[in-house]
């Protein structure tokens, strides 16, 4: 996958930080915790990469989030359709995809 970023995973990415360095960790102890390089540990949390369902769910449970990540995976799975394949994706639809990250993320956590 290329670098590129949208509003959905520099949110994303934004809230990987903040739980990261509330938790205490590096880059690099993360990285080393899921078996993942820190570049790409960063990445992610630039918005630059779409984190994979496996990595969000791992990382939910290293962050001790309680399901506040694994909440947004519908949303980077519509990151990943929106690259790929002949469909396009407008900037209409970016806008919804953005509000409903944020709206997901302002959800209480059970």
């Known amino acids: 996958m290329g670098d590129y970023s949208t509003a959905a ?11 990261r360095l509330d938790a205490g960790l590096t880059q690099q102890q993360v990285g080393d915790r899921l078996n993942y390089s820190v ?16 990595y969000v769910s ?11 990540l694994e909440a947004a995976i519908p949303m980077l799975e519509a990151e990943r359709v929106a690259r790929q394949g002949p469909l396009r ?3 209409e639809v970016r806008r919804h995809v ?7 993320f302002s959800q209480p956590v059970p």
């Open 9 to 19: 995973l520099v949110f994303f990415g934004a809230v990987v930080h903040r739980l």
């Open 39 to 54: 570049a790409a540990v960063g990445f992610i949390e630039q918005g630059r990469r779409i984190a994979t369902e496996p």
């Open 58 to 68: 791992a990382l939910d449970g290293v962050l001790g989030a309680r399901g506040l």
């Open 89 to 91: 994706v407008d900037d």
């Open 98 to 104: 953005a509000a409903l990250a944020a709206w997901a």
